[in-house]
């Protein structure tokens, strides 16, 4: 190994492993805990004579920055109007102070890969690589990104941390505004768009938000709390758990335990599962991310039939797709894989099945290997893999199915949810 990348990799497991140790469970911070690792699990005995011959890969970007200064400019003001007034608490002060050292640490890099997400995409490129080596010593590797930098970043970075270990690989990529059809849809105009920007949902969480969260971390931060406006309180009290859930992404030591207590934290953590529950997966409220997510379906299964018909030299190897949570989270539960569907009206109670963190981390993807047996006559049969997990394609299902069952099956879904 180059002694310039094991020290580079050395770091980075060292500063992991720091940041790991600190605050709460880094399953409290949802959307934006780092990629679990340890939870991966190797790759299953395949059935007797068959091969892996394809795979789609469809992911998220890995960790990041918060990922722009509105992040913290809520916080802020709301800060800057209670020192105005005096009103602001020895708390308030050093949080005020935590929030310019996260915008002085992140300077130009709003939203873009941190050192955690480089080294997320570093390691899953490497183990794909090891996990696949007869496939992928050589053929067509496609890939789409959306337009935004981080994403891009990733896409890159994943395929060249495949290029480094099989050279013969031919890459092809594209990243920009015209994949947003497919890769963007929760943004392009339509039903979806606008149920997402004002919806049921809204009247859903905001309940829920009165019922669960506490207003005592913002309060906390004053000398003197105000009584009126709560639900203020309760926002603003969000409005610190978002900055805080981000520092591990972002390479820093999370300060979690100074702020809230673990019940506080937790109790944050569930209303963000809640909302995100509501705003990007079909429910009893609105199942317009059916149709929108219809069409990247379509088209990871277009992509795999077409390879799987090609027996040429440049036979895609690999169809890849990365985008945001957003794009992966009606994807999974419109699909219906265990753990990422749920049609409960017990907003309560969401979070003992539906776990944000289990389902879209920073760096999340779904992995689908096809596989060809030396009989002609078999069936291609396929895997899938979550986030490293082995899964089946929904609960009864075996762990290898063949692909023209999963193809009905997904098919199925998108006309009848």
């Known amino acids: 190994m180059n002694k310039r990348f094991f020290i580079f990799s050395l770091l980075l497991c060292m500063m992991e492993a720091a940041i790991q140790a600190a605050g709460f469970s880094p399953a409290l911070d949802g959307s934006m805990m780092p990629y679990d690792f340890s939870a991966v699990e190797p790759l299953p005995e395949y059935p007797a004579g068959y091969r892996p011959v394809h795979i789609s890969y469809v992911a998220r970007h890995g960790a990041r920055f918060l990922s722009s200064p509105k992040k913290i400019e809520k916080v802020e003001k709301y800060l800057y ?213 219809a069409p990247l379906i379509r088209r990871i299964i277009e992509d795999a039939d077409k390879a799987l018909m090609d027996s040429t030299a440049s036979q895609a190897v690999i169809d890849s797709y990365f985008g945001h949570a957003e794009t992966l989270l009606p994807l999974l539960s419109t699909l219906g894989l265990p753990g990422c569907y749920s049609m409960t009206e017990d907003y309560d109670s969401l979070a003992e099945e539906w776990k944000l963190q289990d389902i879209t981390p920073l760096g999340a993807n779904l992995m689908i290997v096809y596989l060809k047996s030396e009989d002609p006559d078999a069936p291609v049969m396929t895997l899938l893999r979550l986030n490293g997990r082995n899964i089946p394609a929904f609960p009864e299902a075996p762990l290898f199915l063949p692909w023209n069952e999963l193809r009905s099956h997904w098919s199925d879904r998108i006309l009848n949810l």
């Open 81 to 293: 109007d209670a020192a105005k007034h005096r009103n602001l608490s020895k708390s308030g002060e050093e949080f005020f102070e935590l929030l310019r050292t996260t915008s002085d640490s992140t300077g130009s890099h709003w939203g873009l890969l941190s050192p955690v997400g480089i080294a997320e995409e570093t390691r899953l490129g490497r183990d794909m690589a090891g996990w696949f080596p007869d496939l992928l010593k050589s053929g067509r590797v496609n890939g789409i990104s959306t337009y935004v930098p981080r994403v891009v970043m990733t896409m890159y970075q994943f395929n060249h941390s495949l290029e480094r270990s099989h050279t013969h690989l031919e890459l092809y990529s594209s990243a920009g505004r015209q994949n947003d059809s497919l890769l963007r849809f929760f943004a392009v105009a339509g039903p979806y768009c606008e149920y997402r920007d004002s919806g049921a949902w809204e009247t859903i969480y905001n309940r829920f938000l009165d019922d669960h969260v506490p207003t005592a971390p913002a309060r906390r931060l004053l000398k003197v709390s105000p009584e009126a406006n709560l639900r203020k309180l309760r926002k603003m009290t969000m409005e610190m758990y978002g900055v805080l859930q981000a520092s591990r992404a972002a390479g820093f030591e999370p300060q979690t335990d100074r702020w809230f207590s673990e019940k506080e934290f937790s109790a944050c953590w569930e209303a963000s599962n809640l909302l995100h529950w509501l705003r990007n997966t079909p429910t009893p409220v609105n199942n317009s991310a059916v149709s929108s997510v």
